[in-house]
């Protein structure tokens, strides 16, 4: 099992409408979650972090996170074309080996439709 | 204020050579974590650097070697170039301050090796 996987898509939505992104991981022990926006040729840029159970909202993107699913997900609501990207999901474990390290799946490629 | 940033931003090499990337992490922050990408792939984790030591590092071989500067600046080296080494090194900077695990990326170096 790998230990943070992602649908690599890629997800086509129409604009306006809600894009859902999904994300699980195999450490339980897994303390803090990001999401990475990464356009083609760019390099990732980090759009939403959370470390509780629980939603957490900015703007137009919510992060969901249940550690009891080990399952992270982000929304993002009135979709745009310049939302097309591919959105990474990262994890850090938080204690322990590999504390200081993020692991990343390797993205889901997101299309939003004008 | 500056963010991350990365030198050179294009670099292509022969198998067998030596290369040397460079990183200025954004200001405040004081650790400095190497990531490579592969095309359609995730960042993988190389190597962390904080207080001028290599705090931990991931699966590479022991031809990927760095360096942190009392600036807090960092050099990724790779010796003994392969054709797999072919890829695009990212610099993630973040601070010790506050316990986020917080990581922004700088633009990165597309790494050609022929």
Known sequence: ?114 | DAGVTQSPTHLIKTRGQQVTLRCSPKSGHDTVSWYQQALGQGPQFIFQYYEEEERQRGNFPDRFSGHQFPNYSSELNVNALLLGDSALYLCASSSTSGGLYEQYFGPGTRLTVT
């Open chain 1, 1 to 114: 099992q790998k230990e943070v996987e992602q649908n690599s898509g890629p997800l086509s939505v129409p604009e306006g409408a809600i894009a859902s992104l999904n994300c699980t991981y195999s450490d339980r022990g897994s303390q803090s979650f990001f999401w990475y926006r990464q356009y083609s040729g760019k390099s990732p840029e980090l759009i939403m972090s959370i470390y509780s159970n629980g939603d957490k909202e900015d703007g137009r993107f919510t992060a969901q996170l249940n550690k009891a699913s080990q399952y992270v997900s982000l929304l993002i609501r009135d979709s745009q074309p310049s939302d097309s990207a591919t959105y990474l999901c990262a994890v850090n474990k938080g204690s322990g080996a590999g504390s200081y390290q993020l692991t990343f799946g390797k993205g889901t490629k997101l299309s939003v439709i004008p």
